[in-house]
Structures are given as structure tokens and as C-alpha cells.
């Protein structure tokens, strides 16, 4: 081959690889991979004014999906429960209880600093939930969300709640709704006869978060809303490697400020998660209209490693400190002692007017999972 015939073909062999691969300077700054956003559902819920007569439904509620390889595969044991859950939602669709929405109580994944972790592992699973079962899906951070830092102001809190904020940007209210408390993974909404609060357990011990959650409670038009419900990572009563003789301080922060509150303005139901795997208090107290009732269930089978019982927690300063209140406090259904005794689950919690019942779904191996001797339960007591 001539001479001047090899250069130009070198020549063009050096250009068309610059222009498939630019040169990068060692050391340039990359552009950190972002979380994408879940897609909204196919069926949104309605204007919160649009619902007022609803009064029967449905709501699915689980927590704790983070997976054994997050980041590098889908979570397997929770697209065990995503798939149990949709066949439910397409189950009760034509009843006159069909699914509204999904609850999480936190801890989507393990880091959740690591935006590889929602894309590769999370996202596309509740996309699942959101497109083929066609539900809103709203949850709340947990301490692997938004790190184990208790002020709101945590450098390493901010970043990792990145994620969080990109991930549900398209299914929790907006900054500036006044449904939302700006700047926190802290919101509420309502449907039909029941109002919801999303609440940062993490930073119990927040102020700011503390009145905002008590001025929508005392802002509320109770004629409508007769139901209130209250879900969040950590329980405020738990006997897993998380409560028994280990008080948090977000447990303690939990019912030293927010459960008064939630006496105060008559909430139902307690939905939270943290420790994995599925228990049920039941609280009775008394103030100046009467005896109330308030469930507390631990619901955290949605894929995360399974706990086990670790002991009663002791509640002695808390029933002190609520002594007006004549407060009981009923352990219902305790986690077993043995490893695998708590499947994963998630709660369908079927709403009838002022009653709720819930119904505990084992999935996999767990399906034959009966807490209550049956998989069932009314929250509220016979003789009311």
C-alpha cells in the first residue's frame, strides 16, 4: 500500500475514535447518577374534596423492602410481595372494597445515599405497583433512607435524602402544598372519611415537624374525617432487636410527644416498620369523651432479613407519664421466638365507615400465616 494512503487511513482511524470516545481529562468530574422518579399511577387519587362521601375501601400496607442485593439486582423477596400484592389490588378492583392506595413504612433500600440502589433495586418494582396494579404509592423515610442522623439538618441526612425526594417526586405532595411540610419527607393527605400523616420518625425529636403534624391534627374537619391514621418507621412499642430492653431515642421521642397527641385528636391506627417482622398492640385509654381505642401494628416482612422476638419492652415511665389517660396497653400478637415464625406479609386494612378490619397476607412460604388463628382481625373492641 503507497506511503500516503496508510497515513490517511491512520488520520481517519484517530479522528472516528475521537468521535465515538472523547478524550476525558484524568481526574474530571463525573455526574453522580440520579434516582429516577417512580412513574405516577394510572389511577391517581382525586382532589382530597372530590372523595368526601367515600366511606368503604381498601389500603395495602408493608414495610422494610430493602433487599440482600441492592444495587446490583432486583429485590427479590420483595417482588415476592409486589406480585401478591397486585393480583390483591386486581382481586378487589370490582368489590365495594377495592385498593386505593399503598402504604410503605420505610427503609426502601439499604443506602439510600446510593442512587444505584433505587434504580437498579427499588424503582422498578414499585413502578409495578403504580402501572400494572394502578395505585398511588406513598411511604415514608426510614433510618436506611435518610440515615440514622436525629436532627433535620444532617449534612449526611440531606444527601441521602435526595434519592428519597427524586424517587417519590411524582407521588408524595409537593414543596409548598399545605400538605406538606417543606423540605421533610413529611406530608399527610386524605380520602374519602379517613385523613393520613406521613411522619419522619427519625427526627422525632423535630420541633418544626412536631407542630406541623399538630396543626393539621387541629386543623381537621373531624365531621368528615372520623378516621385517622398515622404511619411512620419506627414503632413507638416493639419487642424485635430494635425495642425489648433497647429504648431508641426515636421510640422514646415517639411517646414522649406524639402519642399524647394522638390521644388528643382520637387516631385510629399506628402503621410503622423497623423491626422485621409483624406485631400488633392494642392501646385503651380514657379522656373526657369517653373510652378510645388505638391500634399499633408492626409490619416489617416486605422483603428485608426477618427478626425474631427479643423481649417485652418496658413501659413503665410511659404509663406513668399517661396515668390521667388510664392507659392499657394489650401485647395482641407477639413475633415468635424462632427463626422464619414471621413470614413476609403485608396488611390489607379494609375500611367500612368508622371500622377497620385487616387482614395479615403471608406470601411464599408464609402463606399459611395466622397471627389471630386466622389471618384476620376487627380493630375495635366486640362490645363498642
Same mark, same amino acid.
Given at each position: 500500500?503507497?506511503?500516503?494512503?496508510?497515513?490517511?487511513?491512520?488520520?481517519?482511524?484517530?479522528?472516528?475514535?475521537?468521535?465515538?470516545?472523547?478524550?476525558?481529562?484524568?481526574?474530571?468530574?463525573?455526574?453522580?447518577?440520579?434516582?429516577?422518579?417512580?412513574?405516577?399511577?394510572?389511577?391517581?387519587?382525586?382532589?382530597?374534596?372530590?372523595?368526601?362521601?367515600?366511606?368503604?375501601?381498601?389500603?395495602?400496607?408493608?414495610?422494610?423492602?430493602?433487599?440482600?442485593?441492592?444495587?446490583?439486582?432486583?429485590?427479590?423477596?420483595?417482588?415476592?410481595?409486589?406480585?401478591?400484592?397486585? %393480583?390483591?389490588?386486581?382481586?378487589?378492583?370490582?368489590?365495594?372494597?377495592?385498593?386505593?392506595?399503598?402504604?410503605?413504612?420505610?427503609?426502601?433500600?439499604?443506602?439510600?445515599?446510593?442512587?444505584?440502589?433505587?434504580?437498579?433495586?427499588?424503582?422498578?418494582?414499585?413502578?409495578?405497583?403504580?402501572?400494572?396494579?394502578?395505585?398511588?404509592?406513598?411511604?415514608?423515610?426510614?433510618?436506611?433512607?435518610?440515615?440514622?442522623?436525629?436532627?433535620?439538618? %444532617?449534612?449526611?441526612?440531606?444527601?441521602?435524602?435526595?434519592?428519597?425526594?427524586?424517587?417519590?417526586?411524582?407521588?408524595?405532595?409537593?414543596?409548598?402544598?399545605?400538605?406538606?411540610?417543606?423540605?421533610?419527607?413529611?406530608?399527610?393527605?386524605?380520602?374519602?372519611?379517613?385523613?393520613?400523616?406521613?411522619?419522619?420518625?427519625?427526627?422525632?425529636?423535630?420541633?418544626?415537624?412536631?407542630?406541623?403534624?399538630?396543626?393539621?391534627?387541629?386543623?381537621?374537619?373531624?365531621?368528615?374525617?372520623?378516621?385517622?391514621?398515622?404511619?411512620?418507621?419506627?414503632?413507638?412499642?416493639?419487642?424485635?432487636?430494635?425495642?425489648?430492653?433497647?429504648?431508641?431515642?426515636?421510640?422514646?421521642?415517639?411517646?414522649?410527644?406524639?402519642?399524647?397527641?394522638?390521644?388528643?385528636?382520637?387516631?385510629?391506627?399506628?402503621?410503622?416498620?423497623?423491626?422485621?417482622?409483624?406485631?400488633?398492640?392494642?392501646?385503651?385509654?380514657?379522656?373526657?369523651?369517653?373510652?378510645?381505642?388505638?391500634?399499633?401494628?408492626?409490619?416489617?416482612?416486605?422483603?428485608?432479613?426477618?427478626?425474631?422476638?427479643?423481649?417485652?419492652?418496658?413501659?413503665?415511665?410511659?404509663?406513668?407519664?399517661?396515668?390521667?389517660?388510664?392507659?392499657?396497653?394489650?401485647?395482641?400478637?407477639?413475633?415468635?421466638?424462632?427463626?422464619?415464625?414471621?413470614?413476609?406479609?403485608?396488611?390489607?386494612?379494609?375500611?367500612?365507615?368508622?371500622?377497620?378490619?385487616?387482614?395479615?397476607?403471608?406470601?411464599?412460604?408464609?402463606?399459611?400465616?395466622?397471627?389471630?388463628?386466622?389471618?384476620?382481625?376487627?380493630?375495635?373492641?366486640?362490645?363498642?
Amino acid at each position: 500500500m503507497p506511503k500516503h494512503r496508510t497515513v490517511v487511513l491512520f488520520a481517519l482511524l484517530v479522528s472516528s475514535t475521537f468521535l465515538v470516545s472523547p478524550w476525558v481529562p484524568s481526574g474530571a468530574a463525573q455526574e453522580p447518577e440520579r434516582t429516577r422518579a417512580i412513574a405516577p399511577p394510572t389511577t391517581p387519587l382525586p382532589p382530597e374534596a372530590d372523595s368526601r362521601n367515600v366511606t368503604r375501601f381498601s389500603l395495602l400496607v408493608y414495610g422494610d423492602t430493602r433487599g440482600r442485593k441492592d444495587g446490583v439486582a432486583l429485590q427479590y423477596e420483595h417482588s415476592l410481595v409486589v406480585d401478591s400484592m397486585i %393480583a390483591e389490588i386486581k382481586l378487589l378492583r370490582d368489590t365495594q372494597y377495592p385498593v386505593r392506595f399503598v402504604l410503605q413504612s420505610g427503609d426502601a433500600v439499604v443506602n439510600g445515599a446510593d442512587a444505584r440502589q433505587w434504580n437498579t433495586s427499588f424503582v422498578p418494582l414499585i413502578n409495578r405497583l403504580t402501572a400494572d396494579g394502578g395505585v398511588p404509592y406513598f411511604a415514608v423515610a426510614g433510618n436506611h433512607d435518610a440515615t440514622t442522623a436525629l436532627t433535620a439538618n %444532617a449534612p449526611e441526612r440531606q444527601s441521602a435524602l435526595r434519592n428519597y425526594f427524586d424517587a417519590f417526586s411524582a407521588l408524595i405532595p409537593a414543596n409548598g402544598s399545605p400538605r406538606r411540610l417543606s423540605g421533610y419527607p413529611t406530608y399527610a393527605f386524605g380520602y374519602g372519611n379517613t385523613f393520613l400523616l406521613a411522619i419522619d420518625s427519625n427526627i422525632a425529636g423535630d420541633d418544626k415537624q412536631y407542630q406541623w403534624v399538630k396543626g393539621q391534627l387541629e386543623g381537621l374537619d373531624r365531621n368528615r374525617y372520623v378516621n385517622v391514621i398515622a404511619f411512620l418507621h419506627h414503632p413507638p412499642f416493639s419487642s424485635g432487636p430494635h425495642g425489648g430492653s433497647n429504648l431508641e431515642p426515636q421510640a422514646a421521642a415517639l411517646r414522649s410527644r406524639y402519642m399524647p397527641l394522638f390521644h388528643t385528636h382520637h387516631v385510629r391506627a399506628v402503621f410503622s416498620g423497623h423491626d422485621h417482622l409483624f406485631e400488633h398492640w392494642v392501646e385503651r385509654y380514657a379522656d373526657g369523651t369517653g373510652l378510645h381505642r388505638m391500634d399499633l401494628v408492626v409490619t416489617g416482612g416486605g422483603g428485608a432479613p426477618l427478626y425474631t422476638y427479643q423481649g417485652e419492652p418496658n413501659l413503665a415511665d410511659y404509663l406513668r407519664a399517661n396515668e390521667s389517660n388510664k392507659i392499657a396497653l394489650e401485647h395482641l400478637v407477639k413475633p415468635g421466638i424462632e427463626p422464619g415464625s414471621t413470614p413476609y406479609h403485608f396488611l390489607i386494612v379494609r375500611v367500612d365507615n368508622e371500622r377497620f378490619d385487616m387482614e395479615v397476607h403471608g406470601v411464599d412460604w408464609g402463606a399459611g400465616f395466622r397471627p389471630y388463628r386466622t389471618s384476620a382481625v376487627e380493630l375495635r373492641d366486640r362490645d363498642r
